[in-house]
């Protein structure tokens, strides 16, 4: 599976984006999907994630009510959109594949794309 991740840009506090992960290789309805997102100087952490339906998804608290995971089987693109952006959300956001497993650990997720930055101004 190969993750493109796209959409990222500059973008004042209050505002919004979203973000794109376009897989190739196989078919992501099959799986779950997750973005992570690593600020400078600190370690990667898990921001969202899908089931492959479509029905249920996970957010880290910090982004609930902000951001919304959501994806599109017929286009293989799982999307982030996020709203009421703040300056503590500068990151690197990635997308990741999990083949048969669920959840919010790194270590459940099987690919990942390169990346896609988002930088939020105060």
């Known amino acids: 599976v190969q993750l493109q991740a796209s959409g990222g840009g500059f973008v004042q506090a209050g505002g919004s984006l979203r973000i794109s992960c376009a897989a190739s290789?196989?078919?992501?309805?099959?799986?779950?999907m997750g973005w992570f997102r690593q600020a400078p100087g600190k370690e990667r952490e898990f921001v969202a994630a899908?089931?492959?339906?479509?029905?249920?998804?996970l957010y880290v608290d910090s982004v609930k009510g902000r951001f919304t995971i959501s994806r599109d089987n017929a286009q293989n693109t799982v999307y982030l959109q996020m709203n009421n952006l703040k300056p503590e959300d500068t990151a690197v956001y990635y997308c990741?594949?999990?083949?048969?497993?669920?959840?919010?650990?790194?270590?459940?997720?099987?690919?990942w794309g390169q990346g896609t930055l988002v930088t939020v101004s105060s």
């Open positions: 899908i089931t492959g339906s479509g029905r249920s998804t």
């Open positions: 290789g196989r078919t992501l309805s099959n799986y779950n």
């Open positions: 990741a594949v999990s083949i048969a497993r669920w959840g919010r650990a790194q270590a459940l997720y099987d690919y």
